[in-house]
């Protein structure tokens, strides 16, 4: 008797389960018909277009570039005399005019020199103009009076040397400038060639040193125009209108930067090489190397090095740190992602590969 109740109550509650199932299946369907119908009768919905008209423009590609701003003109200034500083007018920061005194070493004893070689030559002016009369009165002979002369002469050429040394001494602004950090004071004693500051020009136009991609660089030309925003604290700062006054001449449309391409020339002979070398010595299975090659070749880099010579990249590998007992380990690879470390390659093979390797 419980085992049939048991049955009839499993019964029941699964015709429940259905009954509610089937109520809520109806109950989705009517409202799926009901959406059916209402959106049917739904106008269609309106879009709006805006209509212009096409106008012709020049379309020019553009690109940023982070660069340095150089002054037109800027040097260092260095004393060319060794002295004590008498006066040393160097303030950091500050914009000087030209022929501005800077720096003036003491020259007192140049001084000194220049008023005894003025009264030198005084007194040498007054021989010649006596000796010169006297000579009219044919009272002297030609050589006196050359004499004369001379002594004249070398006396003035005294006095210029003196007041040149007295003007290398003090040192002036060649041009309009800014002057750098300066740890020049007054009793200073300088050597010569010491450094005294730096002067960064300060004119109306200044240059913009900046670096650009190789297939940027090979559509730029001189008189192109540039925009400059200077970096500083406001935010949509106006740009500066520029424009290209010269290019790099390292700068090659057809290649990379030579520096670029010297070093893409030895890295990608590098691996081309080393997977040959354990294709040789059964390391690695035949078919690495030209894998290799094919993927450098894709990219666009260069697969061999022919302006390499095999014989000195042997001796320079030679020099590697990577020897033990006199002896070039190598770490070649096995496969793509694994290498195989400390292993000894012939020198016959190493310069058959090489020699493959370089040739054009």
């Known amino acids: 008797m419980s085992s049939s109740r048991g049955w009839v109550g499993s019964i029941v509650l699964v015709a429940i389960v259905l009954l509610l199932g089937g109520s809520l299946a109806a109950w989705k369907y009517t409202s799926l018909r009901k959406e059916a119908a209402s959106s049917a009768n739904q106008p269609e919905p309106i879009e709006s277009v ?24 800027s040097i260092t200034l260095r004393n060319e005399l060794a002295g004590t500083v008498h006066q040393a ?3 950091p920061g500050q914009v000087v005019e030209a022929g501005a005194l800077l720096v003036a070493l003491d020259v007192s004893v140049e001084q000194a020199e220049l008023e005894a070689e003025q009264a030198q030559a005084a007194l040498a002016q007054t021989t010649l103009n006596r000796v010169q009369t006297l000579g009219q009165d044919r009272a002297v002979s030609q050589q006196e009076i050359d ?8 006396a003035l050429a005294q006095i210029a040397r003196t007041r040149a040394i007295i003007a290398r001494k003090t040192i002036r602004a060649p041009f309009r400038a800014r002057m750098g950090i300066s740890d020049v004071h007054e009793g200073q004693y300088l050597k010569e060639g010491d450094l005294l500051t730096t002067l960064q020009g300060v004119d109306e136009a200044l240059h913009v040193d900046f670096t650009v991609a190789q297939v940027v660089a090979a559509g730029l030309k001189v008189g192109d125009s540039v925009a400059i925003v200077a970096a500083g604290d406001g935010v949509g700062d106006a740009p500066i209108p520029a424009r290209i006054v010269a290019i790099d001449a390292r700068v090659d449309p057809a290649e990379t930067t030579p520096h670029e391409e010297h070093l893409l020339e030895r890295l990608t002979m590098l691996e081309n090489t080393l997977a ?8 690695a299975q035949t078919g690495l190397a030209d894998r290799i090659l094919r993927v450098v070749t894709r990219v666009g880099l260069p697969a061999r090095c022919p302006t390499l010579d095999p014989e ?23 496969q793509v992602g694994e290498v195989v470390w400390g292993l000894d390659v012939a020198d016959a093979l190493l310069r058959q590969v090489l020699k493959e390797a370089c040739a054009p």
Request: no cysteine.
């Open 276 to 283: 040959r070398l354990a294709e040789r010595l059964g390391l």
């Open 50 to 73: 805006t209509a212009a008209v096409a106008t012709k423009r020049d379309y020019n590609p553009t690109t940023t570039s982070v660069g340095t701003v150089l002054a037109l003109r």
């Open 312 to 334: 000195q990249i042997r001796l320079l590998m030679s020099t590697d740190k990577k020897k033990a007992q006199g002896r070039l380990k190598f770490a070649l690879p096995k």
């Open 89 to 91: 007018r160097l303030v």
């Open 147 to 154: 004499q004369a002369l001379a002594q004249r002469d070398v």
